[in-house]
């Protein structure tokens, strides 16, 4: 079932930003870099700006991304600053957007959307959704997965309530799962700086101060009271209520239902924000109800799937029990030992690969066991952690048994493609017990005196290698006690389970049930052994599952880093003891949507001449952060203006005109002496640590001269004193990034220095097929199965795959470019990585190769290459707003000169200016040439903006209009002139 398709109100509004699939944001953003720019404004929004489509006014969007910052700053302040992740600012911006709609045009919303689900293409979810009424609008849900900010957007959308006041709130709840998480949503809501409290019981526990948030569990709840406990009627909370919920479906589906009745009886008349990584598995078309009631509150999907496509976590693989025919005692010991050999090959390579897993920040390896019983039934004595007890004990005790058993797995075929760092090597027995169990000896289990549920697991008197964490610990020392095991007591040691999350924890494994992995925010799980999974426990599942594939990434990026060599320790994986447990979380796992067919996309050099020609590169040995410190100065060169004037915004048809009102700059010299010095110096300092500027420095006295020197227009005095402090700061910012950029770029320009292009490009230098690109296709939509069959075909196929084709995996063979094919962007495809060419990469592509063969005979003397310049992996230059990545790099090469070229076909719509800093760089890097010249002066280095844009289009609205021999005498070439290749050769003094 294709879900996506349902949650009309979050397509309605992917609509107004003139997309249908959440994808195509994605694709526009996802590289995007976090922050704002010289003017205050997010780089997310500048992007949003600029899509064709869009059905917002740029000042509506402007003021909702101040909004967004002034929330941000609120929730960061006590957290040392936050910023959010593109995704995160698109759910907080539909929220804001939605607010504004629901407060301020209530009945034009409404018959908005209607309109929008008269016009919807599916006539069935029509039926079944019906219009929308004023009870729809009272409800918010968020599909984010888990990992992906759940709360920080929560504390976003208390502040967006507050903004917009839809109603003064007589309680503001946050219904939570379980006491776990009520603790930790009290503990985040107040390092939030939101009035918080939790439910403790008391006759009063349930008043709450004005606009102070309770915490409390939904199992607190009941119809009518009886007796003294902890439970609260629902009728305590009269009035119109602001409720939060945090996965309100976790549990049986009659308590579900029965808890649903009571929080929809608790908000009722209020507002209900909803927050799930798990609606994936509630939601289907045998339950019309609940779809027709989250097709229409479901505002922002974020799901798994989406999140894993972005690269968010790790990798992880599930071995499908269908695939084997073992015998259920076989199975149990083969999936024990399999599930052993993979944890040793992770924390083999995590100790042989010390530097470069701290590098990327990867944690030491965990291993462990979750599941839901931890006690025998009527029927049986043995529990699931009873039997991962005591293969423990013989894989300890009997090494011939695991020797065997372990040459066994490696010779199945259902493993064949597994373990290959073990299978280059030969397993060392002694080095797993060292590396698993901490050294050999017998096997012993203590009882953690200190520690309420913990059982040690220890050998000999090595440090203890694992932990037993289960809440009925006599109980189960009885059937412990029943397999020949002595429980030793240990009154000394403290808690295990807290010591995992230390750098020097020696616990590798833990074993226990899954209620306590609820809220627990270790990021070295790395192998899971599944325990008594149960049936219609989903949401658990993908709980369970959220937690393991969490990943700090390189840099805090959140990010596995896709490199081969690290995907031993980027994959979670995930083995059972049972069948039926993998059946159970591999159904789970496909209603996430997830179960993308990876197909690697070879690609081929047709030559090596290229390998000699000069690529710029940074000196390795050289660090700004390091090597240099900046003292922040008023620059003359600098000019900086906070640009707030409105702009009138006029649609006609599908045609979005724009103009701006004349207005005064007013320099802010004036005010300097109006400011409290010592809260701005506060605000910049934690800007400065957001942005990384650690080498950065300033006295209050150097920031009150570039104040004086900055200028603010589209406001007037009375406005500017009024905003006088949030206008300062906002100034201030936008000259330190300008400052420090520019100081950046300096630096980096200085230490500029040629490689040979073949010692940077090695990947293409054997002229033989490298897998390259990587094509993700969803395996489960039955439309796409044949794309799959065909992309396998095709690229076992050398000779189709190096044709051009716009529909089968389309693709650009130009045999000027290093590299063959080149994969375009394909709306079949869920996602290219590398990304594919977009419609002005594309073209430009087309018309040069038409242009080159044409022109064979005026380029005898000189031979041509391409390269598409990567983002963060090629070649970047740091201008004053950040990074410039040209699209692509080309050198034409003679006898005595080479010209190395940066072209950058693209829309120029926020570019304009012929003082914009892309239009600018050519003159920068002629700077760059000259003071490589001592080291090839041959080599002569051009840029050009190959404007998709066109010129009528992109002077609309422009006051001092440039003429396009303006444009073009400053390397900006327009690709609607049919000749624009020739303007860009002339520029090389090549006769053509």
Known sequence: MMLEKYLVLNKYFLSLFGVSEFKDLQNK???VEEGTDAQGRTYFVNVLKGLKGLKISENHLNRYDENIQRYVEKVGKNRGSISLKYFQYLAVLFTEIFLDKLKNKKEKFLYELNQFLKNYE?????????????????????????????????????????????????????????????????????????????????????????????????????????????????????????????????????????????????????????????????????????????????????????????????????????????????????MFVANLLSFYEQILFYTENLTLAKQYNIEKPLWIFVGTTVSGGKNSEETDILTITLFLRKAIEDDGW???????????????????????????????????????????????????????????????????????????????????????????????????????????????????????????????GLLNIGRGEGPQIIQLFGRGVR????????????????KVLETLNIFSIKADYLNKFLEAIQKEEVDFEEIKVPVK????????????????????????????????????????????????????????????EITFDKFVDLLDWDNIDQELYQYKRIKGYWNLLWSKQDLKEVLSACKVKGIKEKEALDKIHDIAVLLLKGYIEKFYNKKLGEFERKNLTYKKAGEQLSLFLNQEP???????????????????QNIKSLINNLGMLLKDDKTLLPRICFD???????????????????????ESEEKFIEGLREYLQKNKEKFSDYKRFLLRNEPKSGIGFQLGWGKFYPDFIMWVKGKHETYMVFIDPKGLMHSKDLNDEKILFNHELKEIENHLKKVRPDVSLLSFILSYTKYEDLIKGMRNIPSKEDYEQNNVIFMEDPDWCKKIFSFLLIKT
Not at 280 to 301: A, H, P, R
Not at 631 to 640: E, V, W, Y
Not at 817 to 831: G, M
Request: net charge neutral; charged share 35%; with cysteine.
């Open 29 to 31: 953003l996802r590289d």
């Open 122 to 334: 599916d006539e069935k979810i029509k039926t079944l959704l019906g219009d929308f009424t004023e009870q729809d609008l009272k409800k918010l849900a968020f599909w984010m997965a888990t990992g992906s900010g759940k709360t920080i957007i929560l504390h976003i959308n208390y502040y967006q309530f507050l903004n917009y006041k839809l109603f003064e709130p007589d309680n503001i709840i946050l219904i939570t799962p379980n006491e776990g998480l009520s603790k930790q949503h009290y503990e985040e809501l107040i390092k939030s700086g939101i009035p918080a409290r939790m439910y403790v019981g008391t006759s009063n526990g349930w008043r709450s101060s004005k606009n102070e948030v309770l915490v409390i569990e939904i199992t607190k709840f009941v119809e009518e009271k009886r007796g003294r406990g902890l439970t609260v009627p629902v009728d305590a909370f009269e009035g119109r209520n602001l409720i939060f919920v945090d996965e309100g479906h976790k549990g049986k589906k009659s308590e579900e239902q029965k808890w649903a009745n009571l929080r929809n009886k608790i908000g009722e008349n209020g507002f209900v924000f909803e927050y799930s990584a798990t609606f994936g598995q509630i939601l289907s078309e045998k339950n019309k109800e609940t779809l027709k009631e989250y097709g229409k509150s479901i505002i922002f999907d974020y799901s798994y799937k989406y999140f894993y496509l972005d690269g968010y976590g790790k990798d992880f693989y599930v071995l499908n029990a269908k695939d084997t025919k073992l015998k259920d005692e076989d199975f149990q010991e083969t």
């Open 402 to 528: 695991l020797k065997n058993k372990i040459n066994s797995v490696l010779g199945m075929d259902i493993f064949k493609d597994r373990f290959e760092l073990l299978r280059r090597r030969t397993i060392n027995i002694d080095d797993i017990y060292t590396k698993v169990f901490n050294g050999k000896g017998s096997f012993d289990i203590y009882e953690i005196k200190s520690a309420e549920g913990e059982l040690g697991l220890r050998v000999g008197d090595n440090p203890y290698f694992g932990v037993i964490n289960i809440g009925d610990v006599n109980n189960f020392k009885k059937l412990l006690a029943n397999k020949n095991f002595e429980i030793k007591q240990d009154a000394i040691s403290p808690s295990l389970f807290d010591d995992i999350k230390r750098e020097t924890s020696n616990i590798n494994i833990l074993i226990g049930s899954k209620k306590f992995i609820e809220g627990w925010d270790t990021w070295r799980v790395s192998s899971m």
């Open 551 to 566: 990943i700090k990434g390189k840099d805090m990026s959140l990010k596995r880093s896709d490199e081969e060599k690290l």
């Open 605 to 664: 050099s047709l030559s090596d001449e290229w390998k000699d020609l000069p690529y710029l590169v940074p000196a390795e040995d050289k660090k700004f952060v390091e090597c240099e410190t900046v003292l922040l100065k008023k620059d003359d060169k600098i000019k900086h203006v906070l640009d707030l004037t409105p702009k009138i915004t006029e649609f006609t048809g599908t045609q979005k005109e724009e103009s701006k009102i004349d207005s005064e």
């Open 770 to 788: 490298v897998e390259y690109y990587t094509v993700y296709v969803d395996k489960r939509d039955k439309r796409k199965q044949k794309l799959i």
């Open 816 to 838: 000027k470019h290093i590299y063959v094919p080149l994969l375009l962007d394909d709306k079949n495809i869920d996602k290219i990585s590398p990304q594919g060419l977009n």
